[in-house]
């Protein structure tokens, strides 16, 4: 199958509207990651503490963002994930306001994750822990096991299992009836629902970042994100030529503005996977470079005379087919990490998305004509020297 | 068949076998799960080696006051003058000899000099960062005690730079609990109560017309205790933890949990001497500062009983308690940096809608392959099961764990893998369309695609490797298994994929199915 016969399309006559339009939106993401809204930072980055939690039944940002305000803890940030109506991000941004010690401030953010969770719960279970009732939802695999076993002595461990796992996978139990099913003995099941509860929400993750932490994983994304692109530089400086190298810094400088940009618009919070996304982003950009600078220098041994512009395009050309189907089959897998991959892979997999795009055109638009103005500035003085 | 293509196929079988070897049974116990994939607990803690510093200073100043004592050297005061610096006062000229002799002989740690009538000690740098160091490996192994004594999977804690130590448990469902547990100073110590317990700090001063009395300090009760209230007590101890000889978890006579403990020789003595004066009064049973509980002494507690300490225990506490003390104090204060933990329900979502999203993609990326390059795209899509295959023998073999980045990586190289091999079917076709014979353009296509193939790979694991040195966590994770499967990439995409064609095309070698 044939998706063409080779094109030949002039595409570096638009090189100056192409890196105008690059320009454009870099300055426009740049003034807005400075003047307006800013990058909006993780917890990873930032410091404080974020919670994912998961509601019995369905409720709303709003409900939640109101039991908040009743312990003074309404600025929170509270979003909505998955589509369950079950699940909730809840990001404290109450800043640890008479900045004391890091050690205390640390202690603060956790002090805060504890008041949002007893805000959330509210009275809930408090008559049931009175008259010696446990939270289903709440407790651990081994005291679980330990007080089956201390009623069914032996069947303990396996029926604990069980029932965490059946836990785990949903996320939380609503109602003892999702116990049916796991194989548990008519006795154990109706001591379960004797001797336990099932409280209203479980939390699924917490994290606390304390300043100091923050700082350090910033600087350390950044030193990493740096040296690994002085890397790429030298290395393909040196099996091309320093155009190209340089080409490609700017090409992969250019991918990670215009993600950072777009993600300073569209409000979305940079944390550490996000940067092993971006960094994501930056391979396939790079790889796609390197294919069309391979196939150029092929071609300029095989068109002496030839300008380069004009090698450029011819190159750009022959290498259309693969960019399509390969950026397409990426754009494929994005797309089914997009729709299906679920809420924590969501970010990443919109980061992908408009990575796929951008680093195809950045490729063709940003690294070749980058190499064409070095050449026109320094290239005749070294074709004098030789 | 010919010799060295008989050889290719003994190594890629070989390769291939190996992998499933080390990765099979593709389950927990051969691939690692990464917390943010598993759920768990990861802690990043610093340890305040100050905290070591201050310690060794104010030991330094005992040591030396005795041998003052002992030499009959005269001094008015010794001072503590910050972080490793002590000054002695009132030291007399006419003695200079014998004290610089002293220093020589018992504080080579130190530098020191002589000001008028005061002696300066400095603590050396070397010998500060030798003690720093030790606080830190010491904190590392207190911890370690501590989680072994759980019964963790698994646990790994790693130190971290100069005084970052980096805990994390796998699988851990109850991390409030181990967090406690490694947070804990436990510096454990008897002292006499002198009133209390109290609501708030005023009623407890009434009796000393609210001072606090020199020998005395207030605490308050530990409030997971049920402890709420505040005590006076005196200020030295009566044994501390490092009087214990042994320790472990009793029941009451109540059948609640609490922890036993025996005395040694010297503290014992102590105790029963402390504890025949003071019947009808109180021992605060005192941890990291905070009261677990204040007992009333009804009787001399002679030094071969020991005793019991009840604080209201659940069975978990008092067993983590008697972790906690027979592990050790730790060596210096922890601050902590980080605390993550990630419940294992959302571990097990992510998990299932990740592979759920992955294997979609993959079938179809196979889907599209096969379609657009009939049977060498079957031998494409043969290269990408055995990336992967390899990919999973590698992560096994190197214990490394698969995480969320480590996926993100894992598609990078999933399309760098069709990216080659779709260069190398168009390097063929062109070379089909200029009407070579087949086995001459698969040759060609291979050897033409070769070096955008090598170069790309190569300097995304450059970028890789640096990334691995320069990242934290996520970063490195990515990092890993971006190099291993680029690595996998490189031998399925070009050797194993050029395999396949050579033994496709080795009768009939009319036609090309691409």
Redesign the interface.
Known sequence: ??LFKTPSIRFLKYKYLALGLAFAIVLAGVINIAFFKGLKLGVDFGEGTLL?I?LKTPSDEGHIRDLLQTVGLGKSQVQKSGSSGREFQIRAVESVRTKPS??EQ??AH?ALADKIIAALKGDDGTAERARGLVDLNGI????LT?LLESAFPGSGPEAARAI?AQ??????VADFRELDGLGLKPEVRSYIQDKTYLGKM?????????P??GS??RR??V???I??????LV??AL?FKVANGVAAIFTLAQDVLITMSIYSFTSREIN??I???I??I???S??DT??I???VR?NQKLMRGKPLEDVMNISIN?CL??TI??S???F??????F???????ND?AFL?LIGTIEGVYSTVYMSCPVVLFWQSWFGSKNARRR | MKKNLQWKVVLAVAVIGLSIFLAYPFNDTKIHRGLDLKGGIHLSLQVITDDAINIETDQEISRLEELFKKNSLTYQKFAKEGLGRISIQGTLADQEGKTRDLFDQYSRDWDYSFTGDRANLSLKPLAAQALRDMSVVQAKETIDNRVNGLGVSEPLIQRQGNDKIIVELPGVDNPERIKDLIKVTAILEWKLVKAGPAPDEATLLQATNGQVPDDAEVLRGDPKRGQGGFYLVNKVAVVTGKDLRTIRRVTDEWNNPAVSFSLNSDGGARFEQVTGANIGKQIAIILDNKVQSAPLVEARISRAQGGVIQGRFSPQEADDLVVILRAGALPAGIKYLEERTIGPALGADSIRQGLLAGLVAIVAVMAFMIVFYKLSGANAVIALILNVLILFGALAYFKAALTLPGIAGIILSIGMAVDANVLIFERIKEELAVGKGVASAITQGFSRAFSAIFDSNLTTIISAVFLFQFGTGPIRGYAVTLVISLLANLFTAVFISHLLFDLMVRKSAKKLSI
């Open positions: 199958m044939q994912r998961m890091d050690k640390i202690e956790e651990d695999e081994r005291s330990a965490i836990r785990n996978t949903a996320g939380i479980t939390t699924l993750s917490r994290e606390t970042v304390g100091q932490a350090d994983l350390k994304a030193l990493a994100t040296w690994s692109l002085m890397g790429m290395y393909i099996r550490l996977p940067i092993a996304g960094l994501t930056v391979g396939f790079i790889n390197i294919v600078f391979d196939r092929e022959q087919g693969r189907i390969t397409g089959t990426v494929l897998t994005v797309m089914a990490l729709l299906f991959g679920g809420e924590v892979i990443f992908m």
